[in-house]
């Protein structure tokens, strides 16, 4: 009985109703052993179901636990960190102990960190892009003011290339190109202007020629004259 009282205070029950039966078999007639060996059986059926309850405590929390990271991963999937981080750290207050939300948590706090940092790089390289398309469009207008339209629509046009998502770049391209071919079909209606200029005067010069050579003097000069009211511009005429 000593021996199994030093068991059941050490919380081995199990051997202590072992140690009980095996002794009880040998003196069946003991009634201080049959009490001290129903005492042991009902110190085991508690450690039993205490084992249990726990048991059960801890599959319910590991189930908890589970369903938190399965959500707060699929946050993190979805690109949303900053509800992870809620998440886990609600977790946290109900089970402060758990390694495995603490490191889900620092997972989280370092990519919605990440995730910060590349959103602020992203603003700063989109309003480097913003004030390089808008430096680009008043060099353009600066050069279609000052008439270079050629130099306009080659600034332009490399323009477009670098930032092809601009339409305002794109539009002020289009406003270049078009004042471009709108000079060179006029330079070529003004050369073809002096070629037929040119001819005319030739020709009035020619048939003057001949008519001087032939004595037609009258007639040389009504050609001259017709011509220089034409053109009173020309020196030759004159």
């Not at 037929?196 to 010069?205: C, P, S």
């Amino acid at each position: 009985i000593m021996a199994a009282r030093q068991l059941l205070d050490a919380k081995h029950n199990e051997e202590a109703v072992a140690h009980l039966e095996q002794v009880l078999r040998r003196y069946p007639g003991s009634d201080e052993l049959g009490s001290a060996l129903e005492y042991a059986r009902q110190q085991l059926a508690v450690e039993e179901s205490e084992r249990r309850r726990a048991e059960e405590a801890e599959r319910r929390r590991r189930a908890w636990i589970d369903s938190e990271i399965t959500v707060t991963r699929q946050w993190m999937e979805a690109k949303q960190p900053e509800r992870a981080v809620t998440s886990l750290q609600q977790a946290l207050n109900q089970y402060p102990e758990s390694e495995e939300l603490k490191s889900q948590l620092d997972s989280a706090l370092r990519r919605l960190e990440l995730e910060r940092v590349e959103r602020e790089h992203a603003e700063q390289e989109a309003q480097r892009r913003r004030e390089e398309i808008d430096r680009q469009i008043s060099i353009g207008h600066e050069l279609l003011d000052a008439g270079k339209n050629d130099h306009a629509v080659l600034t332009l046009e490399k323009a477009v290339l670098q930032f092809p998502e601009s339409k305002e770049l794109r539009s002020q391209f289009e406003l270049a190109k078009q004042r471009f071919t709108d000079e060179e079909r006029e330079k070529q209606r003004v050369a073809e202007e002096q070629r037929r200029k040119r001819n005319e005067i030739d020709g009035a010069l020619r048939s003057a020629r001949q008519f001087l050579e032939s004595k037609q003097t009258d007639r040389a000069v009504t050609a001259l004259e017709q011509a220089y009211l034409k053109y009173p511009d020309s020196a030759e005429l004159e």
